[in-house]
Nanobody, 111 residues
Framework: QVQLVESGGGLVQPGGSLRLSCIASVSFFSLYTMEWHRQAPGKQRELVATITKSGTTNYADSVKGRFTISRDNAKKTAYLQMNSLKPEDTAVYYC?????WGQGTQVTVSS
């Protein structure tokens, strides 16, 4: 089982930026595909971005051009850089790999 711990959430104004981090307690982190998901109040959890072991990335259409997923294998950490944030990005953001989830970090975009 992989333990995942997210951090970096908070309150930001529209147009602002945040960087989320996800630290994984696992051997051979570099072999894992890492994912970021989010769940807004009253909505289903949705996949936001993925990064494979080779560094290939994919994004939901709603965040393309604004969010960037990356990883640092030496630090066993995945990141989600979020720019040009909108109120509709407000959600709890979760890190996931295989079937393991982190506890989530709240992101609120509001003026």
């Amino acid at each position: 089982q992989v333990q995942l711990v997210e951090s970096g959430g908070g309150l930001v104004q529209p147009g602002g930026s945040l960087r989320l981090s996800c630290i994984a307690s696992v051997s051979f982190f570099s072999l894992y595909t890492m994912e970021w998901h989010r769940q807004a109040p009253g909505k289903q959890r949705e996949l936001v971005a993925t990064i494979t072991k080779s560094g290939t990335t994919n994004y939901a259409d709603s965040v393309k051009g604004r969010f960037t997923i990356s990883r640092d294998n030496a630090k066993k950490t995945a990141y989600l850089q979020m720019n040009s944030l909108k109120p509709e990005d407000t959600a709890v953001y979760y890190c996931k790999t295989n079937t393991d989830w982190g506890q989530g970090t709240q992101v609120t975009v509001s003026s």
